[in-house]
């Protein structure tokens, strides 16, 4: 026995096997069989195992814990009839038959084939066929083979068995909303919840369906709901705040958190939410005030926030030296907090600015593939294509495949310059990387375009719009369009993209150079 445990401690598993199972056999002792039994498992040698459990069993054959790793050992040696009979066995000795039945399934997911495992379960609950415990470990082993209508129709039979059993029903209803059948989903969960008003997890999964649907006023007026129902809840208070802030539902969002705080609960997060409510309604001071009381794990984005604030503020200075003490703080976060002093200069249009602060940051990391992409696309809105592909192509010196530098190289160059076939030799790099990337079919397409083939270009953009409607990939597409004569096509595409973003700088100088307004050319 010694020695099985100085080899067990020093992975020595095939040394352990053998002296366990002989310490075993010679003690007439189980627990030395289980020590065998796990070491032949360690070591996957399964018939090993099953002589270690076949002793162990004799041993103790009331255990669960034995007749459970014999019936592993078969599973893995593929010795159907013992993987049955050891199953078989455990279930009898399970305390409930819920237990029993859902533990078989459980195990029984180690069979590689998952026909041959549903087969098994049906053998296993031959018997015990209007059993509802069996009925839902069918439904369970159904789900994990990936076939859902046989997981639906063994969880339906379960609760027809055991109508007021919780479980079969949740299960029930994700199985309804993984598949898509979002009528019927909701039919079940209106039906548990007539019987059980306030079962917490199916209203929130009720509520979950009308976020999913984009039906947010539906989805707070059930948290309003929810809390009256249940109330002290500070979890959902939260997830309903967030939601309300997430749709800028502010005086709603603003309840809520308030409510959490007179809880006692989640201080740090709902000082950062309300901070965010009042930016979002325009009181700065009062958002200020709320994000200098965050700490833990939003204290830094609260700091970044009130930076955002002063910067809009015009208090350029103010802001920076903030972002400046964060990094003296957080040397680890120095990178990151360089690219959010350069996104928040430029989004109030300091453009050289954040562009000095990339390379400030770039002086002592000169091969960071992110400042050296962020400052490459500052210098297209400086109109520095030469600074571009300076950055461009060293990212890519050092990882020829990043795609995001061979798109936007070779998009640019498309765009900007004549060196076309060039452009198109990145893009085409790119394409292989990341086959259906919109951003790179776009810059596929729009080469291609100004190659002089807009017939080829047409497939790509519009493949792009498919996957992602974009305002200039729409006006790319617009204006392939209208070279190819199909002008009510063009305006119909510009004129879903308008509706949507109205405001967008790209489309509407597009419209403008072929002179289309909002009411039409």
């Known amino acids: 026995?010694?020695?099985?445990?100085?080899?067990?401690?020093?992975?020595?598993?095939?040394?352990?096997?053998?002296?366990?199972?002989y310490a075993a056999r010679l003690a007439r002792d189980s627990g030395m069989a289980e020590l065998a039994a796990r070491a032949a498992l360690s070591l996957g040698q399964p018939e090993a195992a099953m002589r270690a459990t076949d002793l162990w069993v004799e041993l103790d054959a009331s255990s669960s814990k034995a007749h459970q790793i014999a019936a592993y050992a078969r599973i893995d040696a593929k010795d159907r009839a013992g993987t049955l009979a050891e199953l078989n066995e455990l279930i009898r000795l399970a305390s409930d038959s819920e237990k029993g039945f859902l533990q078989a399934a459980q195990m029984l997911s180690r069979v590689a084939d998952p026909e041959d495992r549903m087969q098994m379960m049906r053998e296993l609950v031959a018997g015990d066929i209007d059993n509802a415990d069996a009925q839902f470990a069918l439904a369970m082993l159904a789900a994990g083979a990936e076939d859902i209508n046989a997981a639906q129709k063994h969880a339906k039979r379960a609760i027809e068995l055991r109508p007021d059993w919780d479980s079969p029903r949740l299960f029930l209803v994700r199985l309804l909303v993984a598949d898509d059948q979002l009528d019927e989903a909701i039919s079940a969960i209106d039906q548990f919840l007539a019987a059980e008003p306030e079962n917490q997890e199916m209203l929130l999964l009720r509520t979950q369906l009308h976020i999913d649907a984009e039906e947010y006023d539906s989805a707070l007026a059930l948290f309003d709901d929810i809390l009256e129902r249940i109330p002290e809840q500070p979890e959902l208070v939260l997830t309903a705040a967030v939601l309300a802030l997430q749709?800028?539902?502010?005086?709603?969002?603003?309840?809520?958190?308030?409510?959490?705080?007179?809880?006692g609960a989640h201080a740090d997060d709902s000082a950062f939410l309300l901070g965010?409510?009042?930016?979002?309604?325009?009181?700065?001071?009062?958002?200020?005030?709320?994000?200098?009381?965050?700490?833990?794990?939003?204290?830094?984005?609260?700091?970044?926030?009130?930076?955002?604030?002063?910067?809009?503020?015009?208090?350029?200075?103010?802001?920076?030296?903030?972002?400046?003490q964060l990094r003296d703080q957080f040397p680890a976060d120095v990178t990151a907090l360089y690219l959010i002093e350069g996104e928040l200069l430029s989004e109030q249009n300091l453009t050289q600015q954040a562009f000095d602060t990339y390379s400030d940051a770039l002086s002592k990391t000169p091969d960071n593939a992110d400042l050296l992409y962020a400052r490459a696309m500052l210098a297209v809105e400086m109109d520095r294509v030469d600074l571009l592909e300076r950055d461009l192509r060293r990212i890519l010196v050092n990882d020829p495949d990043h795609v995001d530098a061979l798109n936007a190289l070779g998009y640019t160059l498309a765009d900007r310059t004549d060196r076309l076939e060039e452009a198109l030799s990145f893009i085409e790099r790119a394409l292989q990387l990341r086959p259906d990337e919109p951003a790179i079919l776009d810059s596929m397409g729009w080469a291609l375009f100004r190659k002089g083939d807009a017939e080829s270009a047409e497939p790509f953009l519009r493949r792009a719009l498919d996957s992602m409607f974009d305002a200039e990939i729409a006006a790319h597409l617009g204006e392939v369009l209208w070279a190819l004569g199909r002008r009510e096509d063009a305006r119909k595409i510009w004129g879903r993209a308008l509706a949507e973003d109205p405001k967008h700088e790209y489309l509407l100088r597009t419209l403008g150079r072929y002179r289309i307004t909002q009411s039409g050319p």
Not at 278 to 285: D, F, N, P, S
Not at 289 to 304: F, M, Q, S
């Open 247 to 263: 749709v800028e539902a502010l005086d709603k969002a603003r309840n809520y958190l308030t409510l959490l705080r007179k809880m």
């Open 276 to 324: 965010q409510v009042e930016e979002l309604a325009g009181e700065t001071e009062q958002a200020l005030d709320w994000y200098a009381k965050v700490r833990g794990e939003n204290e830094t984005n609260a700091h970044v926030r009130i930076a955002g604030i002063y910067l809009k503020r015009g208090e350029t200075e103010r802001a920076r030296e903030i972002l400046q």
């Open 1 to 21: 026995m010694l020695v099985g445990e100085i080899a067990s401690q020093r992975d020595k598993h095939d040394i352990a096997f053998k002296h366990y199972l």
